[in-house]
């Protein structure tokens, strides 16, 4: 007996969700079709209105809605001195978790090397832009330990050379090829604690 196309083509999508094959995904889809009146309907209503009101912020690469806006550039009861840049939202949500860090987060959206990402994609521009606009005195390089993630630090920290702005950039204490979502708080604390200056004429 073959099994019916629409859960054939549902088990396909949700097995391409990070950290899920097709076994468990068929054990989501089954869940749900167990349960569609509690997670189906309401699911495929949130959905329809993530997929017609989120968005990226161009200003900071976070997630905004239609309705509320971005919650990071409209967040304006702190005012900061310093941003973390971070490859993905993955990352800036492992950090706030930790309560290491207060300041602001800016997203790029990718890697330099990522496949089919482009420079001009990842709001380096942006990110330039908002270190002069808001007066920032460090920016935090917060890129994974990859080949991919340091050489995207490299040119952020090229793009920055005629600001003023202290760059800075986690401990060596990350292990070779880490990624920050994966990463520990006591690792993350240590990394940030130790940071390293990057600016050549600093003392």
Known sequence: MQNINEIEELIKLISKLPGLGPKSAKRIVLKLINNRDELVKPMAITLDQVYKNVTR??????????????????????KYTKICVVED????????????FQGYFHILGGTISSVGQRKEDLLINSLVERVNRENIEEVILATSATVEGQTTAYYIQDSLKNSKVKITKLAQGLPVGGEIESLDDGTLFSAFKNRANLNSNSD
């Open 89 to 100: 939202i993955a990352d800036q949500w492992s950090i706030e978790n930790s309560n290491i």
């Open 57 to 78: 912020c161009s200003s900071c690469g976070s997630l905004k809605s239609n309705s509320n806006g971005c919650i990071n550039c409209e967040d304006t009861k702190e």
